[in-house]
C-alpha cells in the first residue's frame, strides 16, 4: 500500500506520513520526489502507484482548478481514496471542497478549527518570540486542535473504511481566548507576552509583510473576526468520533513544545 502524502513538510502532513511510517510517499515542493501544485509535469510520478491520497491545498495560493484537474489525474493512476484538509467555518461556496465531492473516488473531508502549532511552526512563533502577540481579536474564545489529533484522523479514514463521502469538524477540548492561550504560553516559557488587540487593517499589512499574500491574509482576517464576534467557539465532536477518544489539550500542547525549547 502507498499512500501519497501532499504538503508532507507541513504541520498535519508531517504528522501523517510520521504515523502511516513506510507506507507514505512524502512530498512537497522540498522534498527529493519533487510534488508543486503549480507544476503538473511533478504530479505523474509522485502518483505512481499510490492507492490514497493526503491532500493538502497549500495556504497560501491552491486554486480549485488545480484540485479539478489534479483528482482526475489520480484516479487514473489507480487512487481510490482522498483525504481532503479543509477547515471548519470554510465559505458553503468554497470550490475546492466542492471538486473535491464532484470526484469520483471515495473522498472525506476534514475541518479542523486553528492548529496549536501555529504558535510552534507558523506565523504565530516570532510573535512569541518577540514577546508581543499582535492580532485583531479580543477576547473571542476558539478550541484550537492539536496537528497530530488531525493526523490521526486522516490515518484512519486513508487506511481504513467507513470514511468515505464523510465530512468532519475537528476542534480541540475546550474553547479558550488567544489572551488565555498565550499565558499558558507565557507561564509554561517563563516569558512576559502581551497580547495587543490590533485594528484589522494594520493586522493584514503585517502579514503581508511576513510574505503571506494578500488574498490569504484576507482569508486569515476572515476566519479571526468569526473568532472575535464569539462565531467560533462551538467544540466538534470528529476526533471524538473518528478516534474514540478525547482530542488533546492546548495544557498538554502547552508543555511539550516549552519542554522541547520551542519559546527559549
Ligand atoms: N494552520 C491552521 O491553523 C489551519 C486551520 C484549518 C485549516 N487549515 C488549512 O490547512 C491547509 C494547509 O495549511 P497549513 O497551515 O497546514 O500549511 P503548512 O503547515 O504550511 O503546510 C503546507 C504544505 O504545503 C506545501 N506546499 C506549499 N506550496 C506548495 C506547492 N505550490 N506545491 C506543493 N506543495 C506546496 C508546503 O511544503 P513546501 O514548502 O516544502 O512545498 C507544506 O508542506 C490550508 O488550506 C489551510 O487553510 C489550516
Given at each position: 500500500m502507498t499512500i501519497l502524502v501532499l504538503g508532507a513538510t507541513g504541520k498535519t502532513g508531517r504528522r501523517v506520513a510520521a504515523t502511516l511510517g513506510s507506507a507514505a510517499r512524502p512530498v512537497s515542493?522540498?522534498?527529493?520526489l519533487r510534488f508543486d501544485w503549480s507544476d503538473e509535469s511533478t504530479w505523474d510520478a509522485a502518483l505512481a502507484g499510490a492507492t490514497a491520497v493526503y491532500l493538502v491545498p497549500p495556504a497560501l495560493n491552491l486554486e480549485w482548478a488545480e484540485v479539478a484537474a489534479f483528482l482526475p489525474r489520480a484516479a487514473a493512476a489507480g487512487v481510490r481514496r482522498v483525504v481532503y484538509l479543509s477547515a471548519r467555518g470554510i465559505d458553503p461556496a468554497d470550490r475546492r471542497e466542492a471538486v473535491v465531492r464532484e470526484s469520483t473516488v471515495d473522498w472525506t473531508i476534514l475541518r479542523p478549527t486553528w492548529f496549536h502549532q501555529n504558535f510552534t511552526e507558523d506565523f504565530l512563533l516570532p510573535m512569541v518570540l518577540a514577546d508581543e502577540v499582535a492580532?485583531?481579536?479580543?477576547?473571542g474564545r476558539h478550541p484550537f486542535i492539536d496537528a497530530q489529533d488531525i493526523a490521526d484522523v486522516a490515518v484512519a479514514a486513508l487506511t481504513s473504511?467507513?470514511?468515505?463521502?464523510k465530512v468532519y469538524e475537528l476542534s480541540g477540548p475546550e474553547a479558550l481566548s488567544f489572551p488565555e492561550a498565550v499565558a499558558q504560553i507565557a507561564e509554561a516559557s517563563g516569558r512576559t507576552i502581551r497580547v495587543t488587540d490590533v485594528p484589522e487593517g494594520s493586522f493584514l499589512e503585517t502579514l503581508v509583510g511576513f510574505g503571506i499574500s494578500r488574498d490569504y491574509a484576507e482569508t486569515l482576517i476572515g476566519s479571526l473576526t468569526a473568532v472575535r464576534d464569539g462565531h467560533d467557539a462551538h467544540l466538534s465532536t470528529g476526533v471524538q468520533d473518528v478516534l474514540g477518544h478525547a482530542p488533546r489539550s492546548f495544557a498538554d500542547y502547552v508543555k511539550a513544545a516549552a519542554s522541547s525549547g520551542a519559546w527559549a
Amino acid at each position: 500500500m502507498t499512500i501519497l502524502v501532499l504538503g508532507a513538510t507541513g504541520k498535519t502532513g508531517r504528522r501523517v506520513a510520521a504515523t502511516l511510517g513506510s507506507a507514505a510517499r512524502p512530498v512537497s515542493r522540498s522534498s527529493a520526489l519533487r510534488f508543486d501544485w503549480s507544476d503538473e509535469s511533478t504530479w505523474d510520478a509522485a502518483l505512481a502507484g499510490a492507492t490514497a491520497v493526503y491532500l493538502v491545498p497549500p495556504a497560501l495560493n491552491l486554486e480549485w482548478a488545480e484540485v479539478a484537474a489534479f483528482l482526475p489525474r489520480a484516479a487514473a493512476a489507480g487512487v481510490r481514496r482522498v483525504v481532503y484538509l479543509s477547515a471548519r467555518g470554510i465559505d458553503p461556496a468554497d470550490r475546492r471542497e466542492a471538486v473535491v465531492r464532484e470526484s469520483t473516488v471515495d473522498w472525506t473531508i476534514l475541518r479542523p478549527t486553528w492548529f496549536h502549532q501555529n504558535f510552534t511552526e507558523d506565523f504565530l512563533l516570532p510573535m512569541v518570540l518577540a514577546d508581543e502577540v499582535a492580532l485583531p481579536i479580543g477576547p473571542g474564545r476558539h478550541p484550537f486542535i492539536d496537528a497530530q489529533d488531525i493526523a490521526d484522523v486522516a490515518v484512519a479514514a486513508l487506511t481504513s473504511d467507513g470514511h468515505a463521502g464523510k465530512v468532519y469538524e475537528l476542534s480541540g477540548p475546550e474553547a479558550l481566548s488567544f489572551p488565555e492561550a498565550v499565558a499558558q504560553i507565557a507561564e509554561a516559557s517563563g516569558r512576559t507576552i502581551r497580547v495587543t488587540d490590533v485594528p484589522e487593517g494594520s493586522f493584514l499589512e503585517t502579514l503581508v509583510g511576513f510574505g503571506i499574500s494578500r488574498d490569504y491574509a484576507e482569508t486569515l482576517i476572515g476566519s479571526l473576526t468569526a473568532v472575535r464576534d464569539g462565531h467560533d467557539a462551538h467544540l466538534s465532536t470528529g476526533v471524538q468520533d473518528v478516534l474514540g477518544h478525547a482530542p488533546r489539550s492546548f495544557a498538554d500542547y502547552v508543555k511539550a513544545a516549552a519542554s522541547s525549547g520551542a519559546w527559549a
